[in-house]
Nanobody
Framework: QVQLVESGGGLVQAGGSLRLSCAVS????????MGWFRRVSGKEREFVAAVTWNNDATNYADSVKGRFTVSGSNAKNTVYLQMNSLKPEDTAVYYC??????????????WGRGTQVTVSS
């Protein structure tokens, strides 16, 4: 059974940092490329960042370039999102996801519960 469990969210002041984690089970880490999405209530889920299964390439939304860093650990079957210089507009529920291609276009329909990130001004 495939499971994605996100953690690490919280409340932080603008300019602060958070590190999100996504623990993957049900497949081996090298099966898919991994990424992060976020959703603000009432809006569509939007792409944030992605990394290849072997960490040799990354892809970021323009809104987070230079502030967020995505990485993965095959040994731990975990993908991370380091978020620095956070802004109030980064407030959202963050989800991880698996992609079958690169650049990531085809996303598997597996979603965890997400982790809430709230950035105060």
């Amino acid at each position: 059974q495939v499971q994605l469990v996100e953690s690490g969210g919280g409340l932080v002041q603008a300019g602060g940092s958070l590190r999100l984690s996504c623990a993957v089970s049900g497949w081996t880490a090298s099966t898919y490329n991994m990424g992060w999405f976020r959703r603000v209530s009432g809006k569509e889920r939007e792409f944030v960042a992605a990394v290849t299964w072997n960490n040799d390439a990354t892809n970021y939304a323009d809104s987070v370039k230079g502030r967020f860093t995505v990485s993965g650990s095959n040994a731990k079957n975990t993908v991370y999102l380091q978020m620095n210089s956070l802004k109030p507009e980064d407030t959202a529920v963050y989800y991880c996801a698996a992609a079958t291609d690169w650049p990531p276009i085809r996303w598997k329909p597996y979603w965890g519960r997400g982790t809430q990130v709230t950035v105060s001004s």
